[in-house]
Every structure is written in structure tokens, then in C-alpha cells.
């Protein structure tokens, strides 16, 4: 545990764009979240708003507000939001200046560099507070070429992988790990974006912040490590957005490189084009043809999980009910049904 944090999350936390404070409201092991600040849904609790479960995090109007109310000073103000093209809104910038003015750290996932702006580090070098960019590529030296000692790896790796960006791919892998250990069994989670560093998963690197060159070999590196250290029954790979997708087509590294022994594909039936691409015709492939593509690189689809948003329970269950006849093999929707039930399938794997 780092310590204690307030999300910042601009307005935006009742949104897709507010994904970050989505994962470190239902969990993260880094930090004790002690509030998030946003502008709407005052003094509700967060839980509620993104799932109906209540977690005890509270919304606040403002970081003055927090300070009052609770007479708390967090350690940390983690910006909670996935912004376009990974710039830090300018209208964030009073409440970070804020912050750091109370000596309170700032953590970002962006890809805008706070320990890069001027402003920012002179405020945090005048009251001890520390900038913290959780994207910053690591140093060449620190990289690790792919070696083929994924072989060696003889638990279940499991990828969780999904039909587009934004569908809750790592939600549904910090389930499973966490319905593997209700079953009694070591599992672990392999991040693969700022979130899952954020909520303290202890194995993995940020993609989309590495050199292409050594994206095989930071994923491999991370699994062997992870195997290696931790002898686990069974390894969750958290995928990035999708094979297709046309501004950012990712998946093929986890079913080559990481030697995926299953899928998981992550389903979002209400959208029906890439996320921010519909305009230009870009549908997102039926879920059968999707599979077809996974399964020509030799790891089998396990199972599909639905994400549940924009449609009603009673929808979700409907959807459940027509891919199952479809496809043949398990559906499950997360939120409504848990994911306990795919934890023999996938022992059975190895």
C-alpha cells in the first residue's frame, strides 16, 4: 500500500471516459481510496453509480471540499480518467496546482507527462510533493528482448481479450483472478495498461508505452516472472483493445508471444462500431467471426463474458441465452452472475 488517494475525475466519472476510476473504485491494493472528486452525483457513494455496490468511497464536489468535510489530507490525487489522445485537460490544472500546494502527490496514467511541464515541478519541488507519470517508458537497458521461456510456463495462461477498446477487459481479468483465489487456488493477474499498475497487480508493463520492438518480450518477461517467483496455478493476461480495431489492432502478442492456452473475449453487445469510429463504417465483426479469428492462432476461446452496458438485466440475459446457442460454449455476464463457474474449465486446461 502507497498510501492514501482522492480520484480526480473532471465530471467525467459517470462515463466510459472515467475507466481508470472505475478499476481503482471496485479495487486496487496500491492505494486507499478515500474519495472521488467530480462535479456530479455529489455525496453519493462511487460504488453505487458504476454498479449499484456500495464501497464506502464517497463523491465530492471538489478537493477543498474532501478537505473540509473529512479534515483528511490524501496522500496522493490520482488523475482517474482516459482522455483523447492521452492529454491532461487543461481544465484539470487548477485542482492539480491545488493539490500540489497542499503537498499532496499527483499520480497520472496519461500520456502527457505531468514531471515534464514546468509549471507542475516547480510547484511540487516548492512543497515536497512528487509527480508521478505511471506511462513513462522505461529506459532501453531495462527492456527485455523475447527469448522462448514461455515455454517453461506450465500453468494455465489465460488471455482476456475483447471485440473492441474500452469493454472491460481488465474488469473481467481481475474477477477471474479473484474468483480463482475464492476457490483456493494462486492466481495472478498480468497488467498490460496504467490501471492495473494502479491497482497493484504485481507483474506486468504498459503496452502502449513500449517500444514495438520489445512489447513480446516485456510480456513474456513479465508471465516467466510471474511463474517464476510466485508458482501460481493459473496466470490472467489483461488484453488491450482488439485484433480489429482500426486505430489500435492489439491481441496477436498475447496468443503468440504469451503462448495463450485460452481466451476469454470480452463482448459489449449494445455497440455496434468501433468505439469513436462508426462514422467511417467501422463495425465491430459478429462475435462467431471473431472467434474464428482467435482460434486461427491456436488458442482456443474458453468462454465469453458480456459487458452489460446500455442494456438492461433482463437484455443481458437474453443476449446470454442467444450467443450460448450460437457459439456452443460458456457465457457469462460478470456483474450479474460472477465468473467462479469458469475456474474448473480452465484448470482442466493443463
Not at 60 to 86: C, H, M, N, W
Request: proline content about 5%; some cysteine.
Amino acid at each position: 500500500m502507497d498510501g492514501t488517494a482522492v480520484i480526480l475525475t473532471a465530471g467525467l466519472y459517470n462515463s466510459n471516459a472515467g475507466k481508470t476510476a472505475h478499476g481503482l473504485v471496485r479495487g486496487t491494493e496500491r492505494y486507499d481510496i478515500l474519495g472521488v472528486i467530480d462535479s456530479k452525483d455529489i455525496g453519493k457513494d462511487a460504488g453505487i453509480i458504476l454498479d449499484g455496490q456500495h464501497r464506502g468511497i464517497p463523491i465530492f464536489a471538489s478537493l477543498e471540499a474532501f478537505v473540509k468535510e473529512t479534515s483528511q489530507r490524501p496522500d496522493y490525487a490520482i488523475i482517474g480518467i482516459a482522455s483523447s489522445g492521452g492529454k491532461i485537460p487543461e481544465e484539470m490544472y487548477p485542482v492539480l496546482k491545488l493539490a500540489l500546494s497542499e503537498g499532496i502527490s499527483l499520480v497520472s496514467g496519461l500520456h502527457e507527462f505531468l514531471s515534464e511541464m514546468p509549471d507542475f515541478i516547480a510547484l511540487a519541488e516548492k512543497h515536497g510533493a512528487q509527480l508521478i507519470d505511471v506511462r513513462k517508458p522505461k529506459h532501453r537497458k531495462d527492456l527485455h528482448f523475447w527469448t522462448g521461456e514461455i515455454k517453461q510456463v506450465s500453468c494455465p495462461k489465460i488471455a482476456v481479450m475483447g471485440v473492441d477498446c474500452a469493454v472491460g477487459k481488465r474488469t473481467t481479468a481481475r474477477f477471474l483472478t479473484e474468483a480463482a483465489r475464492r476457490a483456493g487456488l494462486t492466481a495472478e493477474m498480468i497488467y498490460t495498461g496504467q490501471t492495473g499498475w494502479l491497482q497493484g497487480n504485481r507483474y506486468g508493463f504498459i503496452l502502449d508505452s513500449t517500444v514495438n520492438d520489445f512489447v513480446s518480450g516485456e510480456l513474456e518477461h513479465a508471465i516467466v516472472s510471474c511463474y517464476k517467483e510466485q508458482s501460481p496455478d493459473m496466470i490472467f493476461v489483461e488484453g488491450q483493445a482488439a485484433l480489429r480495431n482500426p486505430s489500435g489492432p492489439c491481441g496477436a502478442e498475447f496468443l503468440v508471444s504469451g503462448q495463450a492456452d485460452g481466451v476469454v473475449l470480452q463482448a459489449i453487445p449494445a455497440r455496434k462500431q468501433f468505439k469513436g469510429w462508426g462514422h467511417l463504417g467501422f463495425d465491430i465483426p459478429p462475435i462467431a467471426k471473431e472467434i474464428a479469428l482467435i482460434e486461427m492462432f491456436e488458442s482456443p476461446v474458453i468462454a465469453v463474458t458480456i459487458n452489460s452496458k446500455d442494456m438492461s438485466r433482463d437484455e443481458t440475459m437474453a443476449i446470454k441465452q442467444e450467443y450460448e446457442a450460437e457459439l456452443g460454449i460458456p457465457v457469462l455476464a460478470p456483474l450479474y452472475e460472477g465468473l467462479d463457474s469458469l475456474i474448473p474449465l480452465i484448470q482442466g486446461l493443463k
